[in-house]
């Protein structure tokens, strides 16, 4: 199984970048699927997250400027970061976790993302 992250990149403060993350699993609507982050000297940290029935939460530092969604058909997932700031600059990874009793989850390998201010 392989999560392949793309879209991250330099972005002046203020600006808006759209990250996407491609999933070879065989059946994707299964999974829940969740965008992190971690940024230099920091742990890793939830960021948005969308369930296997379009559910989603997001982190209070990124609510009302991010949006997460999901393409079943395609198998991947987005996340919309509007109004970047410095505190956003971070390596940002997908994960999939199945739903129910299993304990499958996999992660993508990051795709960073600087702000500059």
């Known amino acids: 199984v392989q999560l392949q992250a793309c879209g991250g990149g330099l972005v002046q403060s203020g600006g808006s970048l759209r990250l996407s993350c491609a999933a070879s699993?065989?059946?994707?609507?299964?999974?829940?699927m969740a965008w992190y982050r971690q940024a230099p000297g920091k742990q890793r940290e939830l960021v948005a997250a969308?369930?296997?029935?379009?559910?989603?939460n997001y982190a209070d530092s990124v609510k009302g400027r991010c949006i997460i969604s999901r393409d079943n058909a395609k198998k991947t997932v987005d996340l919309q970061m509007n109004n970047l700031n410095a505190e956003d600059t971070a390596v940002y990874y997908c994960?999939?976790?199945?739903?129910?009793?299993?304990?499958?989850?996999?992660w993508g390998q990051g795709t960073l993302v600087t702000v500059s201010s």
């Open positions: 994960k999939a976790k199945r739903v129910g009793w299993s304990s499958d989850e996999y």
């Open positions: 699993l065989t059946i994707f609507s299964i999974y829940n």
């Open positions: 969308i369930s296997s029935t379009g559910t989603t």
